[in-house]
């Protein structure tokens, strides 16, 4: 979406049946996808935060998170070093999630 404006990232996701992202800032552009979207969120497998899910349930989005496969962190690590560490999709948990929801 970088780059984008807010009209067009909004129509981007408009008329999504499915949407695939990272977590992040970006993603909430859900409340432009429609109420019946499924939603699949690559999550951080150190750091789960529930923002997306919770936004999604209160639209009726269906909502699949897929942790990543990154090492598991010592909790001595900071915030920082988290949100700054790469995501490992799980590809696998990935395609279960999309056969799951029923969009593949």
């Known amino acids: ?22 977590h992040g800032v970006a993603m909430a552009n859900l ?15 150190n750091w789960p935060i529930t923002l997306y899910r919770d936004l999604c349930r209160t639209i009726g989005q269906r909502y ?4 990543g496969r990154e090492p598991t962190l010592w909790r001595a690590f900071s915030t920082p070093a988290l949100i700054d ?16 929801a029923g969009v593949r």
């Not at 970088?2 to 990272?22: K, N």
């Not at 409340?31 to 497998?45: G, K, Q, S």
């Open 64 to 67: 699949h998170a897929v942790p």
């Open 85 to 100: 560490a790469d995501t490992v999709v799980d590809v696998d948990a990935l395609l279960t999630a999309l056969d799951a």
């Open 1 to 22: 979406m970088d780059g984008r404006s807010i009209r067009e990232q909004a129509a981007v996701v408009a008329g999504a049946e499915c949407v695939v992202a990272v």
């Open 31 to 45: 409340v432009f996808a429609p109420a019946d979207a499924t939603v699949v969120e690559l999550v951080y497998r």
